[in-house]
Nanobody
Framework: QVQLEESGGGLVQTGGSLRLACADS????????MGWFRQAPGKAREFVAA????????RYGDSVKGRFTISRDNAKSTVYLQMVSLKPEDTAIYYC???????????????WGQGTQVTVSS
């Protein structure tokens, strides 16, 4: 069973940084591809980043490439999203998600956290 809980959200000024964390209280974290998604008010959910179960492969949405970095620590059952050079348009609820199988796809995620709010002020 995968149970995900995000942390690290908050209010930051334009150009600032935040690091989100997502911990899994289950026992199978290391076998899952992990992803981050976000949803802004009135907008569809957007893929942000994904990382393979080994951490050797990553994938990013076009809007965050070069600014966000996804990483994972399987020993701690935690995935991270380091965000730098934040912009007001990054304001959203950020969700982590898990899916079985390999690769770093943008779809097919079966387990979701409750989300953490990130607000970037201008």
């Amino acid at each position: 069973q995968v149970q995900l809980e995000e942390s690290g959200g908050g209010l930051v000024q334009t150009g600032g940084s935040l690091r989100l964390a997502c911990a899994d209280s289950g026992r199978t974290f290391s076998s899952y591809t992990m992803g981050w998604f976000r949803q802004a008010p009135g907008k569809a959910r957007e893929f942000v980043a994904a990382i393979s179960w080994t951490g050797s492969s990553t994938r990013y949405g076009d809007s965050v490439k070069g600014r966000f970095t996804i990483s994972r620590d399987n020993a701690k059952s935690t995935v991270y999203l380091q965000m730098v050079s934040l912009k007001p348009e990054d304001t959203a609820i950020y969700y982590c998600a898990a899916r079985a199988g390999g690769g770093v796809g943008t779809m097919g995620y079966d387990y979701w956290g409750q989300g953490t709010q990130v607000t970037v002020s201008s």
